[in-house]
């Protein structure tokens, strides 16, 4: 023990390191512009106030964008969820031919840069008449090659005497899969799901080009744009808006985080 106490001092302080900026993040959400701009700086705020709040609210079209994001990831993480653990359970356990080369092509495009295929993505969904909507910023990620692989890995850790099982019983391929082999694989989807929802919240860019109105926009293009302009001195403003996209996120991996935790280990030693 006494010689790991090390371990645990840099451990205290990555923490502490990590945590910091958010921990100034949301203190300085109460504060006031003027003492956000105190020099020498101050950690608690002397005068608590919910005002960056109330103006989040009532200056810009908060529930909209927040409304916009929630849909979008929602959607996306639920389109991943399905998609990714059907095509992860047709690799790794129906036997068809060209299986192992479609594998092959999913683990290649994870080594694809996503600006590579930007440009001829936004062509082909402007194109489609999808630009400024809703199917515009979910269709395109609803299936993600990391999510196929990782559900892949996953299910073929599953035995094969389960579905012979299901078989012998007289259940179809599809009853297989959805009520024997897909209860199963609740750590993976739980990962699946959070790590989706993660990227889908944040997500920047895409809206960026995509959202072409203001009725489009999601929380991170509305912060970005609240950061320009008349807005841009704004500190506590922005801060209320960075804590409002940061705290679902943190909310949902701390309720399943041992699920995503467990997840990623089980994957790692199949």
């Not at 991943?80 to 999913?106: D, E, H």
């Not at 005497?161 to 959805?178: N, P, Q």
């Not at 989706?196 to 999601?218: D, H, K, R």
């Amino acid at each position: 023990m006494r010689r790991t106490w090390w371990i645990y001092l840099i451990a205290v302080l990555g923490l502490i390191a990590v945590a910091a900026p958010f921990a100034w993040m949301f203190l300085g959400s109460f504060k006031t512009q003027g003492e956000l701009l105190r020099v020498p700086p101050t950690w608690l705020p002397e005068a608590p106030t919910n005002q960056n709040y109330a103006d989040l609210l009532s200056k810009a079209n908060f529930p909209q964008y927040f409304l916009n994001s929630a849909i979008v990831a929602i959607a996306v993480t639920a389109g991943n969820l399905i998609f990714c653990s059907m095509v992860g359970y047709s690799l790794a356990k129906l036997r068809f031919r060209g299986r192992n080369a479609l594998f092959v092509l999913v683990l290649a495009t994870l080594m694809i840069p996503g600006v590579v295929t930007f440009v001829p993505l936004f062509v082909l969904v402007t194109n489609a008449g999808l630009a400024n909507s809703y199917p515009g910023l979910i269709l395109p990620f609803l299936v993600s090659p990391f999510g196929v692989f990782l559900m892949r890995q996953f299910f073929a850790g599953l035995p094969d005497d389960l579905m012979d099982a299901g078989r012998v019983d007289g259940t179809s391929e599809l009853g297989i899969f959805a009520r024997i082999m897909l209860p199963l694989t609740k750590p993976a989807l739980a990962t699946l799901g959070i790590l989706t929802f993660l990227g889908s919240w944040n997500n920047f860019l895409w809206p960026l080009v995509i959202a072409q109105t203001e009725e489009m926009y999601t929380l991170p293009v509305a912060l970005a744009l609240y950061s320009t302009g008349q807005n841009a001195q704004n500190y506590g403003l922005l801060m209320a808006g960075a804590v409002v996209v940061v705290v679902p996120v943190l909310v949902i991996f701390l309720v399943f985080q041992r699920h995503v935790t467990r997840g990623i280990a089980i994957t790692g030693l199949k």
